[in-house]
């Protein structure tokens, strides 16, 4: 039988803090109709996300490499500038200027919230995903009892 591997390290406090404050921010921010509460939903929805692939990218016990490290951190950093840029955006009248016939807010928005963090993200994984997939050995071991189950099976099938 193979070895067990060892137990992960579980989830950093620290990201489930951010995570746990940041649901509570959203909830005050909606109920509070105030200029700060944007702000306080634009903090919450700027860490969150961010917490979230922190969280996947640490799990297995292997921690985070340093250039996924990174990535995140210009993840954030978009996020900030993007959610910064909305919420002056917000004080122009008419939603300001128009790009490509859609108001520049939507075009920020979309960049900064869905295409330039997908691009930085997959370019990640793509440059890591030797480090963080199965070693020659786990994958063996993987194969290995693999076929000591459908060994088990077969014998109970044919009882």
Same mark, same amino acid.
């Given at each position: 039988?193979?070895?067990?591997?060892?137990?992960?390290?579980?989830?950093?406090?620290?990201? *489930?803090?951010?995570?746990? *404050?940041?649901?509570?921010?959203?909830?005050?921010?909606?109920?509070?109709?105030?200029?700060?509460?944007?702000?306080?939903?634009?903090?919450?929805?700027?860490?969150?996300?961010?917490?979230?692939?922190? *969280?996947?990218?640490?799990?297995?016990?292997?921690?985070?490499?340093?250039?996924?490290?990174?990535?995140?951190?210009?993840? *954030?950093?978009?996020?900030?500038?993007?959610?910064?840029?909305?919420?002056?955006?917000?004080?122009?009248?008419?939603?300001?200027?128009?790009?490509?016939?859609?108001?520049?807010?939507?075009?920020?928005?979309?960049?900064?919230?869905?295409?330039?963090?997908?691009?930085?993200?997959?370019?990640?994984?793509?440059?890591?995903?030797?480090?963080?997939?199965?070693?020659?050995?786990?994958?063996?071991?993987?194969?290995?009892?693999?076929?000591?189950?459908?060994?088990?099976?077969?014998?109970?099938?044919?009882?």
């Amino acid at each position: 039988m193979p070895e067990a591997s060892p137990p992960s390290r579980g989830p950093s406090k620290f990201l *489930l803090a951010i995570l746990t *404050l940041g649901s509570l921010a959203v909830v005050v921010a909606c109920l509070w109709d105030h200029p700060l509460g944007r702000w306080l939903f634009a903090a919450a929805a700027v860490t969150m996300p961010v917490a979230w692939m922190a *969280l996947g990218a640490g799990s297995g016990g292997r921690g985070i490499s340093k250039r996924v490290a990174w990535s995140l951190g210009m993840v *954030l950093g978009l996020y900030a500038a993007t959610f910064a840029g909305l919420l002056w955006l917000a004080g122009v009248e008419g939603g300001g200027p128009r790009v490509g016939g859609l108001p520049v807010a939507t075009v920020w928005m979309l960049l900064g919230l869905w295409i330039v963090p997908l691009a930085i993200s997959t370019w990640a994984f793509v440059t890591t995903f030797d480090r963080h997939g199965l070693s020659p050995e786990e994958l063996a071991a993987l194969r290995s009892s693999a076929a000591e189950d459908e060994k088990v099976s077969s014998q109970e099938a044919a009882r």
